[in-house]
């Protein structure tokens, strides 16, 4: 976290990184809340019996796990990770790509008939034995692991009931092992799907899983994203899909281990993949139709999508309230730049009053069914929970008074702002939030 802490500094000056560490500070305070759960958390050991009792019949799983000299112990506690699932029809496929594990791996798969051994690419690239393993996979849908992290018991028999209920894409929220300390820390409670912030940031992850029909017909992984092949093949996958058709199960079921060599643990490891993720996104976006511009935030990993295309002032109207005093420049164009998306009817500003403390930067429902506004009383030089407060996402319903709405939809405009939203979404388009966007509320 040190070398962390170093590289934002570096790249974002001592401002930015003191809100930084106050975010950092507030994260181990959940890390701590999170331990103390953690057990509480888990699916309890009668349940899991029931689970394995009950050897329930669904979709057959196939695990696509591309291998290249992995760390001996790690792959082990992989692999034993999977094996011991509650839910049996599923199949290992470890596609091996360096010779030196080519005989534990054959003979791992002689004891388990599970598990499958085939060659991969020598020399090849992640995505290259990532089709490897696709190209011999047997079942309804592929579930993706990496070589060294592990899965919760019931994972897959989350996974599988999602996919017999009809869903195409399942994924899962995820938290992190620290293989120096033994402790699961970093919880990530995911957003449900949300295309628009898939475009910052790959939330998804892990556990993602996909009909296997839906992924050879996206074309597999795509070698020129490697780092970010998980990224591009989600993109690709969940924009095939219906949004109502992808499920997300609201359970921690991934670890990702943290060691020097990950990206988990060093985010200088791979400074490629996020290379390769802003690639991967210009690159989704363009097949689309859109001419963008794809950056780095603060934060490693996380990005800005700047829409490069016109917007004429014909097709929208801006909304201002008088109250309201702009503090960032071109604030219009900025909003209505995200309207070059044609799934987008309206854009939505943050709202900040006194102290620098967030007024509304968007609204949700929250699980009792009332309307809250999203890091309301935050400093808004904070970043949030996993960086969300700075991220372009879709939400609920944004203030109506500040924001840019195409003119085809100004008649939605009667009402409270949820309200608003809410029959902007009737007609089918997508309500987002720009927190680049502040203004704030007079004194």
């Known amino acids: 976290m040190i070398r962390r802490g170093f590289d934002y500094l570096k790249r974002n000056g001592a401002g930015p990184a003191f809100f930084a560490a106050a975010g950092y500070a507030g994260r181990i305070a959940e890390d701590i809340r999170y331990g103390l759960s953690l057990s509480s958390e888990r699916t309890g050991r009668e349940e899991l019996e029931k689970q394995r009792r009950e050897n329930r019949k669904g979709v057959k799983i196939s695990v696509l796990v591309p291998v290249y000299e992995p760390h001996p112990e790690y792959f082990l506690q992989m692999v034993k990770s999977v094996t011991d699932q509650t839910y049996g029809n599923f199949e290992l496929i470890l596609a091996d790509g360096s010779p030196a594990q080519e005989l534990l791996a054959t003979r791992m798969a002689k004891e388990d008939q599970r598990i499958r051994y085939v060659r991969g690419i020598p020399g090849g690239g992640i995505s290259d034995n990532s089709n490897t393993a696709l190209s011999a996979a047997e079942g309804d849908a592929v579930v993706l692991l990496d070589q060294d992290d592990l899965l919760e018991p019931d994972a897959l028999y ?209 699980e009792n069914g009332r309307i809250v506004s999203l890091f309301a009383g935050m400093d808004r030089r904070l970043p949030g929970y996993m960086n969300l407060a700075e991220l372009v996402m879709e939400t609920q319903a944004v203030s109506k008074k500040a924001c840019v709405v195409r003119n085809e939809l100004l008649d939605c405009m009667e009402g409270d702002s949820y309200r608003v939203c809410e029959k902007i979404q009737s007609r089918g388009y997508r309500v987002i939030i720009d927190p680049k966007v502040v203004f704030e509320i007079k004194r």
């Open 158 to 366: 989350r996974m599988a009931e999602c996919f017999d209920r009809g869903a195409d894409v399942v994924y899962t929220d995820e938290d992190k092992y620290d293989t120096g300390t033994g402790r699961y820390i970093s919880p990530y409670r995911k957003r449900d799907f949300d295309p628009v912030l898939l475009l910052s940031n790959n939330y998804i992850c892990h556990l993602f899983g996909v009909r296997t029909d839906i992924v050879k017909r996206a074309g597999g992984f795509n070698k020129r994203f490697d780092g970010a092949q998980d990224h591009d093949l989600i993109l690709r996958c969940c924009d095939m899909v219906q949004d109502d058709r992808i499920a997300h199960i609201k359970k921690i079921l991934y670890h990702w281990r943290i060691h020097e060599s990950s990206t988990a643990g060093n985010p200088m490891a791979k400074v490629y993949a996020y290379e390769s993720g802003k690639r991967a996104v210009k690159n989704f976006l363009k097949e689309k139709g859109l001419d963008v511009e794809v950056c780095d935030t603060a934060h490693r990993g996380f990005f800005r999508v700047i829409y490069k295309d016109p917007v004429s002032k014909d097709g929208y109207t801006l909304f201002v309230d008088g109250r309201l005093k702009p503090l960032t420049p071109g604030y219009e164009e900025i909003l209505s730049s995200c309207l070059a998306r044609k799934d987008v009817g309206i854009v939505g500003a943050r709202i900040t009053g006194r102290g620098k403390r967030i007024v509304c930067s968007g609204y949700e429902k929250d």
